[in-house]
């Protein structure tokens, strides 16, 4: 199977904008399925998240990821692109901690952990009584991906 390079950027549509990127999620997909139709092989490198990346956005890059990668099949692999160096969020800054270490990554158990990780800060500043708005946030970002077994487009 021969195999093409593509600087991808990112799967976010957010991340996309703020980096002047005209092409959305959308246009990625189409194209990455039509070359999977045609046997080739695709090595994405993406930003999974930059400085100012938030939680649900890397939840979004990730998710994306998955699907992507579960629709195209064989042949369709992703590789990070180096991380910036201090990302706001700490929990952005953990799971990039965690793909710097990883000799291979995986990509679903990545985007779980995130998950989990997401919902046990929203209950314990819940239970704490603090932070209700970021509490909510990180609930609401949770909440998008109830169903992320099936795949469905965001």
Known sequence: ????GIETVSFCDAELARRGKAGRYARIEKAALELAARGLGQEHRIVVAARGT??????ENLYRLVR??????EGFTVRPAPFPKDPKEH?????LARLAKAETVGWL?????VLLDALLE?????????RPARAAELRAAVA???D???LRPL
């Open 54 to 59: 938030t939680v649900a956005e890397l939840l």
């Open 148 to 150: 992320y077994q099936d």
């Open 91 to 95: 929990l952005v800054r953990e799971c």
């Open 109 to 113: 158990e990545e985007f779980e952990r």
């Open 122 to 130: 929203a209950e314990t500043l819940s239970l704490a009584r603090r």
């Open 68 to 73: 992507l990668t579960a629709l195209c099949g």
């Open 1 to 4: 199977m021969r195999t093409i």
């Open 144 to 146: 998008r991906f109830a």
